[in-house]
Structure formats: C-alpha cells, structure tokens
C-alpha cells in the first residue's frame, strides 16, 4: 500500500515496479546488481536518499541489461530501442 501511493505520488504507470525492505539489502542491489550509486542525504532534506540519474533496464530473468542517464538527450528513444529488443528475444524472434 506504502509503495502504491508512493507510486501514484510520481504518477508512475503500471509497468514500473518499486522494491522495499532493509536498507542494506536494497543498497546492494542497487550498487552491485544495478551497478548504480545511493547514498543517504542529511537529515534536514526532503529526500531520504540520494540516488543515481541513470535508468536500469533488468529483462525478465533479472538480468541487467543496460544503463541509461536520465538526462540524455537521446536516452528515451534508446531505452525505447532496447525495450523492443527484449520483447523480440522473448517472443524468439
């Protein structure tokens, strides 16, 4: 329930999936699953934590497959590219 408000809050879709648990146990699997920086912020911030700007593209077997930086300029259409990749390889064409 925490999560699905925290996701509607950002108006995320349906496709988008968010993880909890213990903070270590997410801080490793964003820094060696992800190969992604997060760290804490101070106390008097409105974000709890300080986390990359890159995307993480992870298939279906939860294979990380590709990075993006979010800012880029052509990071949507090449995160778009690559999604359609995967549905192709899934379907085994």
Do not use: C
Not at 28 to 43: D, H, I, Q, S, Y
């Amino acid at each position: 329930e925490v999560l699905r408000r925290y996701a509607d809050g950002w108006q995320a879709g349906p496709r988008w999936l968010f993880a909890t648990g213990e903070r270590a146990a997410i801080w490793e699997l964003v820094r060696k699953g992800f190969l992604m920086a997060v760290e804490a912020t101070p106390e008097d911030t409105t974000s709890p934590i300080l986390h990359s700007n890159r995307f993480a593209l992870v298939d279906g077997q939860g294979r990380l497959r590709a990075t993006y930086i979010a800012f880029e300029e052509d990071a949507l259409d090449r995160i778009l590219a690559d999604l359609r990749n995967l549905e192709r390889e899934a379907k085994g064409s």
